[in-house]
């Protein structure tokens, strides 16, 4: 079965700090892999979404970046943080589509708070 | 703009009553709808979805309706139970995605069910 690790799980970090989360997909090749993100009162945002190595989509403008070095491998990257990037960021895949019956399955979440 | 919107930010209902989430969109090239259940710091779980060629979708306890005429989607919990209560995302993706399957999400209902 297929599963999907985040971490971490939580996070504080001053203005300014680099930032790297990591997400990594098992049971499971060539996925579509996306970051989100959900801040305070907002809905999930898309921020970058992936459909293979080394090739990165970004949906908003942003303080932020995104790679994907391995094929099941996305780290979300900031060289200098900004306290607007504070909310909860969580990483999801699908499978390529090829029909109607996809979904995107999410990890746990990483509560970032940037101080 | 924002293309997928609940409107109501909670909802409260009685234990063994019907919940009934609301959800619009403005983008008419949304073609697959989904609803994720979030508990506090998890990430969204994929609860039901349904594709723009069809009006009814029914797993259990819950039931998914599309009018798409009326850009109106809606999921229906019956009964409701204590362990429903979570905050419901609504998704729409887009059929001109360029391959990936991002999903915009609406903001999230809160629901409460009260005993």
């Known amino acids: 079965s297929q599963t999907i690790h985040q971490w971490p799980a939580t996070l504080v970090q001053p203005v300014g700090s680099p930032l790297s989360l990591e997400c990594t997909v098992e049971?499971?090749?060539?996925?579509?892999l996306y970051w989100y993100r959900q801040a305070a009162g907002r809905g999930l945002q898309l921020l970058f979404y992936?459909?293979?190595?080394?090739?990165i989509s970004s949906e908003v403008p942003q303080n932020l970046s995104a790679s994907r070095p391995q094929d099941r491998q996305f780290i979300l990257s900031s060289k200098k943080l900004l306290l607007s990037d504070s909310g909860f960021y969580l990483c999801?895949?699908?499978?390529?589509?090829?029909?109607?019956?996809?979904?995107?399955?999410f990890g746990q979440g990483t509560r970032l708070t940037v101080v | 703009d924002q293309q997928v919107k609940q409107n109501s930010p909670s909802l409260s209902v009685q234990e063994g009553r019907i919940s009934i989430l609301n959800c619009d969109y403005t983008?008419?090239?949304?073609?697959?709808f989904l609803w994720y259940k979030k508990y506090p710091a998890e990430g969204p779980t994929f609860l039901i979805s349904?594709?723009?060629?069809?009006d009814k979708n029914e797993d259990g306890r819950f039931t998914v309706f599309l009018n798409k005429s009326a850009k109106h989607l809606s999921l229906h919990i019956v009964p409701s139970q204590p362990g429903d209560s979570a905050v419901y995302f609504c998704?729409?993706?887009?059929?001109?995605?360029?391959?990936?399957?991002?999903?915009?999400f609406g903001k999230g209902t809160h629901l409460i069910i009260q005993p």
């Open positions: 999801a895949w699908s499978v390529p589509r090829t029909g109607w019956d996809t979904e995107a399955f």
């Open positions: 049971g499971t090749s060539n996925p579509n």
């Open positions: 992936s459909v293979g190595i080394g090739q």
């Open positions: 983008n008419s090239m949304f073609d697959y």
């Open positions: 349904i594709s723009s060629i069809k």
């Open positions: 998704a729409a993706r887009s059929n001109s995605g360029g391959g990936a399957d991002g999903l915009t």
